[in-house]
């Protein structure tokens, strides 16, 4: 039965990937582990912490020219070294899970796996350097992008990170003007066939209140929740 200590190991995994992959740091500090990645720093599902070694990692930060910090608790860690240090209580990503074998749709045309795109040219040029990690060998990761019809507007994106046989779901996003067209049911539906492929069993994920009406319909449930706490940073 997967379970939300299982969730949180595939999350932080992801964290890890990412953040080596792209020549960020991972280091731990005693008991926490810090991932500096595409997202800033990241503290990831500490047991136990203190204000001093929170604050070690606020430096780091600083030091490296980051604008902003994350905490990813359980339920039962002590939160207060957080507020201490000035960080503030975020949104609680919601653990959801599926077994992959149930999901069983046809493909949707409007979809892709894709190992490269020039998608991302205009608006945000340095994403695409995250396309490394579907062209890694052997196969962990993988990538789809939505469009309205084959060939045409680029209307969302989705990726998997194959950690044992726990399939993640990250950066799932349909733009508001093509939501509610079935584009990310295509998109959820081809992350995880390419995981379940390469020995997938399970599918995990965090959602939003608004993300979980599409992933209960599609097969997930929701086994726990978590929380996050934030520290955004003043520039120098």
Known sequence: MVTVSDCERVQAGWFRTRAAALGGEVW????????DGPDGLNLMFPERMTTA????????ARERG?????????????????AEAGFERG????????????????????????????????HDPGYRALF???????????YAAGYTSPGARFAGRAWSFLDGDLAGIFDMSVWPPFQRQGIGRGLLHAVCAAARKAGGRHAVLNATPEGKLLYSACGFTQIGEGITWWRHLEAA
């Open 28 to 35: 731990t500090d005693g008991p926490l582990t810090w991932t």
């Open 53 to 60: 070694a929170v604050e070690r990692g606020v430096r780091r």
């Open 66 to 82: 980051l604008s902003i910090v994350g905490a990813w608790l359980g339920l039962d860690v002590d939160p207060a070294p957080l």
């Open 91 to 122: 949104w609680s990503p919601w653990w959801m899970t599926c077994d992959l074998s149930t999901l069983d749709e046809p493909s949707d045309p409007r979809v892709a796996l894709q190992d490269d795109s020039d998608d991302y040219e205009e």
């Open 132 to 142: 490394a990690l579907v062209r890694s060998r052997p196969p962990r990761v993988w």
